[in-house]
């Protein structure tokens, strides 16, 4: 919202109307721009009201049925394993009376939402590894509480630097307009969250094939990813879970490497000629500074990998554009300032009460 690109507007209340309002306008000024989603609560929005959406905007996205089956991670693994894909053993649990069937999966394992949930997402992390079947009972048990949807699978054996990701766009689901394969240098938090920084993988070229069969298998349009993990006892890769409908965080990767996703998305919905994608000799890695120093911070040496020669992209600062993380340093120091004056007043009553 800072960047010095781009007309701003913020909204209040549903987003669907907010787009209808800003649609209505954008059509009488004789313009139907092309609409890029980010977020999965956004994307099921759009997709629930696609046919009220359409007049106002352009925008691609799989047929309802396919969206909500790929959106929940239960369903995306039961598709999976009817196509044969490599999957994590999977367990699915929505009560308490489910956890028998945890003993079935070998820890440690991975705990985490059938999908997103705000309500989830305030009281608990992205994911969490557990050491044994009663750790992962503890927890489901907590998070029942609040969500009644959670998955458990076993472990793939590897650190954050052997997830692998593969981005594209699908114009037909007969096949990708283009793709990207990345790989993760650290998450933040390790092992359970999201891309803190990240780089090409030339060593994934062949991670494109299986991508594309699965979303045109299941009749994927749009913007669509597939993450994976490559076990290191066995050298597999196997599927951990797909987006669809929105960018990834960690898209500018593809884009600084030479292969502009969201470009060939808007030339494509636009019907201009597409952009010329070609992997850029220069080695870009994408990082998110603060993400990437906590997890440098936190993890240890074993996640580690040999970088080749790269140029170091920053997510947010740039020359020609500070603004948005200039404002992110700001907030920083305010909140530093902000527990530095509450620890002063805790030892000032302290202080009082003992007479000081």
Same mark, same amino acid.
């Given at each position: 919202?800072?960047? +010095? ?6 909204? &209040? ?25 980010? &977020? ?84 608990? +992390? ?22 009644p949807d959670v ?6 054996d590897g650190n ?32 359970? *969250? ?9 060593? *994934? ?27 290191? +006892? ?10 669809? *409908?929105?960018?990834?965080? &960690? ?20 019907g201009l000629p ?83």
């Open positions: 919202m800072h960047s +010095r690109h781009g007309k701003k507007l913020t909204y &209040q209340g549903n987003i669907v109307d907010a787009l209808v309002e800003l649609g209505r306008c954008q059509i009488a000024d004789g313009m139907r721009p092309v609409l890029f989603l980010t &977020q999965e609560r956004v994307v099921s929005e759009v997709s629930t009201h696609r046919e009220l959406l359409a007049p106002f905007f352009r925008f691609s996205l799989p047929a309802s049925p396919v969206l909500d089956q790929l959106l929940h991670k239960d369903t995306f693994h039961s598709i999976a394993e009817k196509m044969g894909a490599p999957i994590p053993k999977t367990e699915h649990v929505t009560a308490c009376s489910d956890l028998g069937c945890l003993d079935r999966l070998m820890p440690p394992l991975i705990v985490k939402p059938s999908f997103h949930d705000s309500v989830y997402e305030q009281a608990f +992390r992205k994911a969490y590894k557990v050491e044994s079947v009663r750790d992962a009972e503890v927890l489901v048990k907590d998070i029942l509480q609040v969500m998955v458990v699978q076993e472990w793939i954050d630097s052997d997830i692998y990701f593969c981005l594209q766009y699908l114009r037909h689901s007969d096949g990708p307009v283009t793709s990207f394969v990345g790989r993760k240098i650290r998450s933040w938090p390790p092992v359970v *969250g999201g891309t803190a920084s990240c780089m090409r993988a030339m060593d *994934g070229l062949a991670l494109i094939e299986p991508t594309t069969r699965f979303f045109c298998h299941t009749g994927v349009i749009g913007l669509a990813s597939m993450e994976y993990k490559k076990d290191r +006892r066995t050298g597999r890769f196997v599927m951990i879970e797909p987006t669809v *409908g929105r960018t990834d965080y &960690q898209e500018e990767v593809a884009t600084l490497n030479g292969i502009n996703i969201p470009l060939a998305s808007y030339c494509s919905e636009l597409l952009p010329v994608s070609n992997h850029s000799s220069q080695m870009y890695v994408w990082r998110d500074r603060e993400a990437d120093r906590n997890s440098a911070l936190q993890d240890n040496a074993a996640n580690h990998i040999t970088l080749p020669p790269a140029r170091v992209v920053d997510a947010l600062w740039r020359f020609s554009d500070p603004m948005p993380a200039a404002r992110k340093w700001v907030r920083r120091i305010g909140s530093r300032v902000e527990r530095l004056s509450s620890q002063i007043v805790r030892v000032n009553r302290s202080a009082k009460r003992i007479g000081l």
